[in-house]
């Protein structure tokens, strides 16, 4: 025990660093204490810049990373998959669709996109699950179709539109407002809870389904409840900041390294290191070739690329494949 409150404090810490470090290092150079004294009635250009467009992309990075990494290790509870993670499995792509169709068709029902996004996941999941019901959801299957339905979903939005082409391909978090960070907060804040608390049910999944039952235990319901939730938080993250693949992925397999396997522990600190990756990527891509900038996106793709091979040799060995 002693072992993993380190570890959060650790944690804690370092996402208060990465934090700090993002606010304040940039194309503007500026020192905290002046941006404090700028938000307080001490307003300057710099000041003014640094509040309204990199204080929100921090929030939305840190909050859209930790919806990110929610989802991915609840999708591997619900459906005991250790590849899953919203993005590589089309859940990502189907919700960038339904914000083409508020896009193209109902523009005037913007403010309530991540409610479409949810609808296009939400979609996604249900031919997954159909597909491969009958193999078990067995982890090669689930991969193997969702890289097929994550193709499908993208072929439809690049035929879209242009204008819908141009805002879901825009996967970073450059040139974000108040207005989307106010919108993500709305959406994701009650699904982060909700993802937090649902440590014991995740537990439960992880015993086999026919001791659980048993016992009495709503296998199904269960199961439904925390996918609708991982849907829920990777659709909305993908409303506003695009597809960002890997960190549903990569987060949960390290922080179990970390802090174990107990659900309990694992969901809270998974939330922290999911926030502070994509702030880490999207700082980098921001900063390490100035004036131009690299989306957090490609920088996720280049971490999580290897490890999904690793993780593919790993349990394709277990699987029998």
């Known amino acids: 025990m002693k072992k993993i409150w380190i570890s ?5 810490i370092v996402l208060l660093i990465i934090i700090y470090a993002s606010v304040i290092v940039g194309s503007i150079d500026i020192k905290f204490i002046d941006l404090v004294r700028g938000i307080f009635g001490h ?3 710099q000041v003014t810049v640094v509040y309204n467009l ?3 992309r921090v929030l939305i990075a840190i909050f859209a990373g930790a919806s990110l990494a929610l989802a991915g290790a609840l999708l591997q509870a619900a459906i005991k ?3 899953a993670d919203p993005g590589i499995i089309g859940i990502t792509s189907a919700a960038m669709l339904g914000n083409v169709v508020v896009i193209n068709f109902l523009p005037h029902l913007f403010f309530y996109s991540p409610v479409f996004a949810f609808a296009g996941g939400m979609l996604a999941f249900g031919i997954l699950y159909l597909v491969t019901k009958k193999y078990d959801m067995s982890p090669v299957f689930v991969l193997l179709v969702g890289i097929a339905l994550n193709a499908i979903f993208t072929a439809v939005i690049k035929v879209s539109g242009v204008t819908a082409i141009h805002f879901t391909e825009s996967t970073g978090l450059s040139m974000k407002t108040w207005d989307d960070a106010n919108l993500l907060l709305l959406f994701s804040t009650i699904g982060i809870i909700i993802a937090v ?3 014991p049910l995740c537990n439960m999944l992880g015993l086999s389904d026919r001791t659980i039952t048993s016992v009495g235990f709503p296998v199904g319901k269960a199961r439904w409840i925390i996918i609708v939730v991982a849907v829920y938080l990777a659709s909305i993250s993908t409303a506003i900041v695009g597809s960002i693949a890997f960190i549903g992925l990569l ?3 390290i922080s179990r390294m970390i802090v174990g396997a107990d659900y309990k522990v694992l969901l809270p600190f998974v939330a922290l290191f999911g926030a502070a ?3 880490v990527a999207d700082t980098l891509g921001r900063t390490v070739v100035q004036p131009f900038e690299i989306t957090a996106s490609v920088i996720m793709s280049l971490i999580g690329g290897p490890f999904l091979i690793l993780l593919i040799r790993k349990f394709g060995k277990i699987y029998g494949h």
Request: aromatic share 4%.
């Open 81 to 83: 998959n250790p590849l």
């Open 277 to 279: 990756l994509l702030l």
């Open 251 to 253: 987060v949960p397999h």
């Open 54 to 56: 990199r204080l929100p």
């Open 197 to 199: 608390c649902l440590g």
């Open 8 to 12: 959060y404090i650790i944690m804690v």
């Open 43 to 45: 307003m300057n250009g």
